[in-house]
């Protein structure tokens, strides 16, 4: 964060000073996880249930916290005081990003591929200059001014990722921290239980757009039309990216490789250029368009950009993580979340890797589909089936749809079995796998991927432990973040 006197925190948050001294200066990081704080941070205590951040205000304080923003005094601690912590941070971040006239915010919304799109954005302007992009989702109200209260005098670009659970969520985020460029990747059906229709999802993802300045740049899917209408809803300029053949940044001729990495025609107002990716799966073509469109807009030239795209790579984890095992097993780590529209993707990379080889898909139940429920999972399975996959483990009872949508697709030459849990699909494969198979696995979160961790550990690699703190918050302890 840049530097903030205790007096100009209290201004910003509507805060009183108890204990504190008005001069004493903020110069280090804002964290809620009393273990992060470091000399000059400011430690923001919440209130929980479980665990209330209160109780660690000393300790944030011995560790070097110049105060604590709360909602209840401490004696002998240094407070900035609040009615709520949670709306105080915020107001935090919305005061430091107005002090840092030099940066552009970037926000990236959708049903399905933020936090990767987000990722690729963020290596790709880390090139045009300095970059806060934090691996992960930190999509909701309290990741959201975490990450945008990383920022400093030196940073360049924040790239933040927004996610929606309703109506307005977006454009609350978009009040906290108010982007200058916009990107709308796709309305799907994730939480579609609890907003109603796609429609309504479309109405909440819109509010990005809705949010830019005048000067700003609204990047849309013209794939997508949901998306594409939300032209009608900016005053901004908008750049349409996909495989449309209108679309201001586009791909022609579109190929995979056997490892399921795409390569395309890149066409864009300033000319032509190959671009080859090493990231898996059909998908990132779309997602690599969008994060050409930034780029483009914050002046890369097209050849420089055409090479970018083809370095870029992984960063957060669990997502599309493709590894080939000793013993010749190729695994696709997609546990991290999984909708139906996500789940299609990663059964299409799964078939296109496993051309000719033994395909095997590790399912789990998609959680807040509502009524769509049923339907949504009987799809994915019934996808499974028509591409071909040769087997199919579907975890737990409520991904049971998944299943029998497999099933009942007449002449599939492949295999389902329903199993209660994780551990019984880990028992399973390490029955049948054999050198040469291709593994997805895919589920809402924690539901698949101790699946992957076992897939990693038989092959001598550690499990993958960053997802679960992705999800981690004292206050905010909600298990899926938002959409
Ligand atoms: N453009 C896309 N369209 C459909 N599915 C995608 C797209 N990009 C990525 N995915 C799939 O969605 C999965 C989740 O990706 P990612 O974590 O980037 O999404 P997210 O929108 O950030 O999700 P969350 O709502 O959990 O934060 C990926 O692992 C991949 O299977
Ligand atoms: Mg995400």
Known sequence: MIALSLAEVAAAVDGRLEAADPAATVTGSVEFDSRKVGPGSLFVAFP????????????????????????????????????????AMGRLARAAVDRLPELTVIGVTG?????????????????????VAPPGSFNNELGHPYT??????????????????????????????????SVVLNVGTSHIGEFGSQDAIAQAKGELVEALPADGLAVLNADDPRVDAMSGRTGARVVRYGEAPDAD????????????????????????ASVRLGL??????????????????????????ATALGELGLVSTRRMDVFDRPDGVTVIDDSYNANPASMAVAVRALASIGQGRRTVAVLGYMAELGPFESDGHAEVGQLVAELGVDRLLV???????????????????????LLTDQAAAVEVLRGELRPGDVVLVKGSRYRTWEVADALRADAGSEPVRSARSELA??????EGGTE
């Open 249 to 272: 940044v586009r791909a022609e001729d579109v190929t995979l490789d056997e490892r399921g990495h795409p390569s395309y025609t890149l066409v864009t107002p300033e000319g032509r």
């Open 48 to 87: 929980g249930e479980k665990v209330d951040g209160h109780d660690y205000a000393a300790t944030a304080i011995q560790a070097g916290a110049v105060a604590v923003l709360g909602s209840r005094a401490v004696p002998g601690v240094p407070m900035v005081l609040v009615d709520d912590a949670l709306t």
């Open 148 to 181: 945008a209260l990383q920022a400093g005098p030196d940073t360049r670009y924040l790239v933040m990722e927004k996610g929606a659970r309703g109506i307005g969520h977006v454009r609350y985020l978009c009040e906290l921290v108010p982007p200058r460029i």
């Open 473 to 478: 918050s004292p206050a905010v302890a909600t």
């Open 395 to 417: 975890v737990g009872e409520p991904a049971a749809p998944i299943h029998e949508g497999a099933t009942a697709v007449a002449n599939w030459g492949g295999e389902s079995v």
């Open 280 to 305: 898996t799966g059909r998908h990132q073509v779309g997602n690599t368009l969008a994060a050409a469109a930034v780029a483009r807009e914050l002046g890369m030239p097209l050849a420089e950009l």
């Open 111 to 131: 049903s399905s591929g933020k936090t990767t799109t987000k990722d690729l954005i963020g290596q790709l302007t880390a090139r045009l200059g300095a970059t």
